[in-house]
């Protein structure tokens, strides 16, 4: 399974971004999919995780209300809306194909996008 993530740059802080992950596999729909972020000298952290079908959705408390991620099986891409944007949403973002909630748990990963927001 191959990941392409966009949609990352720069933004002013209270702004919007969208991010994709098109997957080139016939499977895209058996996978859970998940959006993590890492920022310099952190650990990777788990931001938006959907499940195979779309129907269920989790995020941790930092991200809740901002952050929406979905996604399209017909295309195979998953998608991260980012509302409200704070300088500390400021990190590259990877999505990623796997199961759970820990990045431990997802086997296939993006390259990563930039995601910058000043204040």
């Known amino acids: 399974v191959q990941l392409q993530a966009s949609g990352g740059g720069l933004v002013q802080a209270g702004g919007s971004l969208r991010l994709s992950c098109k997957a080139s596999t016939r499977t895209f729909s058996r996978y859970t999919m998940g959006w993590f972020r890492q920022r310099p000298g952190e650990e990777r952290e788990t931001v938006a995780v959907?499940?195979?079908?779309?129907?269920?959705?989790w995020y941790p408390d930092s991200v809740k209300g901002r952050f929406t991620i979905s996604r399209d099986n017909r295309e195979n891409t998953v998608y991260l809306q980012m509302d409200s944007l704070k300088p500390e949403d400021t990190a590259v973002y990877y999505c990623?194909?796997?199961?759970?909630?820990?990045?431990?748990?997802?086997?296939?990963w993006g390259q990563g996008t930039l995601v910058t927001v000043s204040s």
């Open positions: 959907i499940d195979t079908s779309g129907s269920t959705t």
């Open positions: 990623a194909a796997g199961r759970g909630m820990s990045p431990v748990e997802y086997d296939y």
